[in-house]
Protein backbone atom coordinates (compact mmCIF):
# COMPACT_ATOMS: atom_id res chain seq x y z
CA UNK A 1 0.00 0.00 0.00
CA UNK A 2 2.64 2.15 1.07
CA UNK A 3 5.08 3.48 -2.04
CA UNK A 4 7.94 5.47 -2.08
CA UNK A 5 9.46 6.50 -5.57
CA UNK A 6 12.77 8.39 -5.94
CA UNK A 7 14.46 10.29 -8.73
CA UNK A 8 17.39 12.29 -9.90
CA UNK A 9 19.80 9.53 -10.41
CA UNK A 10 22.18 9.41 -12.63
CA UNK A 11 26.31 10.03 -13.96
CA UNK A 12 28.30 12.39 -12.23
CA UNK A 13 31.91 13.75 -12.31
CA UNK A 14 33.90 13.31 -9.01
CA UNK A 15 33.78 16.78 -7.26
CA UNK A 16 30.00 16.97 -8.95
CA UNK A 17 26.93 17.17 -7.02
CA UNK A 18 23.36 15.69 -7.33
CA UNK A 19 20.00 15.42 -6.13
CA UNK A 20 17.64 12.76 -5.24
CA UNK A 21 14.18 13.25 -4.47
CA UNK A 22 11.40 10.69 -2.96
CA UNK A 23 8.02 11.02 -2.73
CA UNK A 24 5.86 9.19 -0.43
CA UNK A 25 2.38 8.23 -1.47
CA UNK A 26 -0.55 6.38 0.79
CA UNK A 27 1.94 7.83 4.24
CA UNK A 28 1.11 9.25 7.37
CA UNK A 29 4.20 11.24 6.39
CA UNK A 30 4.32 12.99 9.99
CA UNK A 31 4.86 9.16 12.00
CA UNK A 32 7.81 8.49 9.53
CA UNK A 33 11.72 8.89 10.08
CA UNK A 34 12.65 9.14 6.72
CA UNK A 35 16.11 8.07 5.41
CA UNK A 36 17.99 7.29 2.53
CA UNK A 37 20.37 4.49 2.17
CA UNK A 38 22.56 3.14 -0.52
CA UNK A 39 23.81 -0.21 -2.08
CA UNK A 40 26.90 -0.29 -4.27
CA UNK A 41 27.08 -3.71 -5.85
CA UNK A 42 28.15 -7.00 -3.98
CA UNK A 43 27.71 -4.63 -0.73
CA UNK A 44 25.46 -4.57 1.90
CA UNK A 45 22.95 -1.81 2.16
CA UNK A 46 23.92 1.00 4.15
CA UNK A 47 22.30 4.20 6.13
CA UNK A 48 23.21 7.26 4.90
CA UNK A 49 21.15 9.85 6.06
CA UNK A 50 17.52 9.68 8.31
CA UNK A 51 15.54 13.01 9.48
CA UNK A 52 12.33 12.90 11.76
CA UNK A 53 9.18 15.10 11.44
CA UNK A 54 11.17 17.82 13.43
CA UNK A 55 14.11 18.71 11.28
CA UNK A 56 16.58 16.36 13.22
CA UNK A 57 18.77 14.47 11.04
CA UNK A 58 22.10 11.88 11.50
CA UNK A 59 24.62 10.98 8.92
CA UNK A 60 26.59 8.51 8.32
CA UNK A 61 30.52 9.68 8.67
CA UNK A 62 31.25 8.76 5.37
CA UNK A 63 29.12 11.51 3.78
CA UNK A 64 29.01 14.40 6.74
CA UNK A 65 29.83 17.78 5.45
CA UNK A 66 28.85 16.88 1.82
CA UNK A 67 25.66 15.30 2.01
CA UNK A 68 22.33 17.34 2.86
CA UNK A 69 18.54 15.58 3.95
CA UNK A 70 15.94 17.43 4.30
CA UNK A 71 12.21 16.85 3.94
CA UNK A 72 9.03 18.73 2.64
CA UNK A 73 6.27 17.82 5.38
CA UNK A 74 3.49 19.48 3.26
CA UNK A 75 4.44 17.81 -0.38
CA UNK A 76 5.36 14.25 1.48
CA UNK A 77 8.92 14.47 -0.18
CA UNK A 78 12.46 13.72 1.37
CA UNK A 79 15.71 15.01 -0.43
CA UNK A 80 19.37 14.26 -0.61
CA UNK A 81 21.77 16.84 -1.82
CA UNK A 82 25.00 15.44 -2.34
CA UNK A 83 27.86 17.99 -2.99
CA UNK A 84 31.87 16.79 -3.65
CA UNK A 85 30.79 13.87 -5.33
CA UNK A 86 33.78 11.01 -5.01
CA UNK A 87 33.93 7.41 -6.77
CA UNK A 88 33.14 5.94 -3.57
CA UNK A 89 29.49 7.36 -2.80
CA UNK A 90 28.39 5.05 -6.34
CA UNK A 91 25.69 2.90 -5.57
CA UNK A 92 21.39 2.45 -5.48
CA UNK A 93 20.22 5.07 -3.17
CA UNK A 94 16.97 3.83 -1.65
CA UNK A 95 14.61 6.01 0.16
CA UNK A 96 13.37 4.44 3.69
CA UNK A 97 10.58 5.75 6.03
CA UNK A 98 10.70 3.54 9.48
CA UNK A 99 7.39 4.28 11.41
CA UNK A 100 8.40 6.03 15.06
CA UNK A 101 7.78 4.72 18.04
CA UNK A 102 4.40 5.60 19.00
CA UNK A 103 3.08 5.27 15.65
CA UNK A 104 0.10 2.33 15.31
CA UNK A 105 1.65 -1.03 15.39
CA UNK A 106 0.46 -1.93 11.96
CA UNK A 107 2.70 0.63 10.22
CA UNK A 108 5.48 -0.75 8.88
CA UNK A 109 8.78 0.02 7.44
CA UNK A 110 8.47 0.91 3.36
CA UNK A 111 11.44 1.02 0.73
CA UNK A 112 11.84 2.64 -2.72
CA UNK A 113 12.74 0.82 -5.87
CA UNK A 114 16.07 2.61 -5.60
CA UNK A 115 17.65 5.05 -7.77
CA UNK A 116 21.65 4.51 -9.38
CA UNK A 117 24.04 7.45 -8.42
CA UNK A 118 27.25 6.77 -10.80
CA UNK A 119 30.44 8.67 -10.19
CA UNK A 120 33.25 8.74 -12.71
CA UNK A 121 36.82 9.05 -11.27
Known amino acids: QVQLVESGGGLVQSGGSLSLSCAAL????????LGWYRQAPGKQRELVAT???????TYADSVKGRFTISRDNVKNTVDLKMNNLKPEDTAVYYC???????????????WGQGTLVTVSS
Open 96 to 110: NADPVAEAPRGFREA
Open 26 to 33: RITFSLYV
Open 51 to 57: IRSSGTT
